[in-house]
């Protein structure tokens, strides 16, 4: 089964609290974006945004450029429709992370939750890290959530890779620099933990 | 006889210098910057109009047909690529009427705010289906039917109307739709309103294959 398939069938028959990486809000990816982006009409990219309430949020905050990708068409359209008139301003791409041309210099902020971690060839992720430096504004913030050391080694069935921020911080390299990292504990809506790991970098 | 003779000037020279100067602005310009240069091989350009997505072609492209029923829009699409010093080979004609080219010819179908003016869109989309070879792309960026129901009101209301000044122009078409029930598979859509009156500003960009 490729990617997109995957995802489709996932976000068509799961509700989105029925899925183990939901949260009702992403507290630390808004309080990053929130301290990196210079002002509202930062330019900001949610990277696997799914259908997390993160877009919701950040439209609330004020912020007017979003752009919410996906590689299910199924979880941005659950995502529009959730915020109805809200997601007016929103630009949606359905799209590989991996593949798309994104516009480049086009972002001030870069979020990723837990995509990265499904990246399982180093190809995969050299051209993620290609596409992040490509369309990153010079001086933009990186904000890349995982899987910590401790945290599942297999996710929705996938298998995923676990970092530590000196192994995460490695795959981006030197032009991306590590500004903070963290630890959090995320409690699934099935009651169990998972260690999830930030990093915050500017890219110089 | 007067009005129907002024209706066919305004048909002849004005309409296609609006179509030009509504379609030539900072944002679309950015789209276009952004997915011509995706275009490979032999491309088919549906609607290629006065040429505007003409700077954008990249070395990777070996010749383009343009397809254009305005003799008018074409001749500004010709100074366009003769600047480019490009290969243009010109179709007078609609989409929806046979294409005089082999089946499964084409690398790259690229249509850019076209589909909203071809009257009969399923039978231009299979006109396209038989001309793109099987390992073909075909790019789009077209206005539609936005996903707000209010929206969709107006674009549903003003379409009888917005058709007679606009050139034909839909308002209301949902472009994802339309392709896939032509047979397209949809690979990336990016869906967003761009700047201005939003029952005409609904984008679908991306690329398909079949």
Not at chain 1, 135 to 145: M, W, Y
Not at chain 1, 166 to 194: C, N, V, Y
Not at chain 2, 42 to 58: A, C, K
Request: charged share 25%.
């Amino acid at each position: 089964m490729d990617v997109r398939t995957h995802w489709e069938k996932i976000y068509t028959t799961k509700a989105p609290d029925q899925v183990s990486w939901y949260r009702p809000h992403l507290e630390t990816s808004l309080a990053l974006i929130k301290r990196s982006a210079p002002d509202r009409t930062a330019s900001i990219i949610d990277v696997g945004g799914g259908e997390s309430t993160l877009v919701d949020d950040l439209r609330e905050q004020g912020f007017e450029n979003i752009t919410v990708l996906d590689v299910s068409q199924a979880a941005i359209n659950a995502s529009r429709e959730r915020l109805g008139e809200r997601a007016a301003g929103v630009h949606w791409i359905a799209a590989d992370i991996t593949q798309v041309e994104l516009e480049r210099l086009a972002y001030d902020v870069w979020h990723d939750r837990a995509v990265f971690h499904f990246l399982t060839a180093h190809e995969q992720r050299a051209a993620y890290v290609r596409q992040v430096a490509r369309s990153v504004k010079s001086g933009g913030h990186v904000i890349v959530s995982t899987f910590g050391p401790e945290g599942p080694t297999t996710c929705s069935g996938l298998d995923v890779v676990r970092y530590d921020a000196d192994a995460l911080h490695d795959e981006f390299g030197a032009r991306f620099r590590l500004i903070e990292s963290s630890k959090e504990m995320h409690q699934t809506p099935f009651g169990t933990a998972q260690q999830f790991l930030y990093c915050y970098c500017r890219l110089e | 006889m007067r009005y129907i003779k002024d209706v066919g000037i305004y048909a002849k020279y004005a309409l296609p210098r609006i179509i030009e100067v509504s379609m030539r602005n900072r944002e679309t310009t950015r789209v276009r910057q952004n997915w011509v240069p995706q275009a490979h091989g032999d491309v088919l350009e549906i609607g290629i109009g006065s040429g505007l997505n003409l700077p954008f072609y990249s070395e990777e492209v070996r010749r383009i047909y343009g397809v254009e029923p305005s003799p008018e829009l074409q001749k500004l699409a010709r100074n366009r690529s003769v600047d480019k010093g490009m290969d243009v080979e010109f179709l007078t004609q609609s989409a929806e009427d046979p294409l005089p080219l082999p089946d499964q010819s084409i690398d790259t179908i690229v249509m850019t705010w076209t589909l909203c003016s071809i009257a009969d869109a399923p039978r231009a989309l299979r006109q396209m289906k038989r001309v793109l070879r099987p390992s073909g792309r075909l790019i789009f960026v077209e206005h539609g039917r936005a996903p707000d129901s209010s929206v969709a009101a107006w674009q549903d209301w003003l379409t009888p109307v917005w058709k007679h000044i606009g050139g034909g122009c839909h308002l209301n078409r949902k472009i994802d739709a339309l392709l896939t029930e032509a047979g397209f598979a949809i690979d990336e859509l990016w869906t967003t309103y761009l700047p201005g009156p939003r029952p005409m500003t609904y984008t679908y960009q991306g690329f398909a294959h079949l």
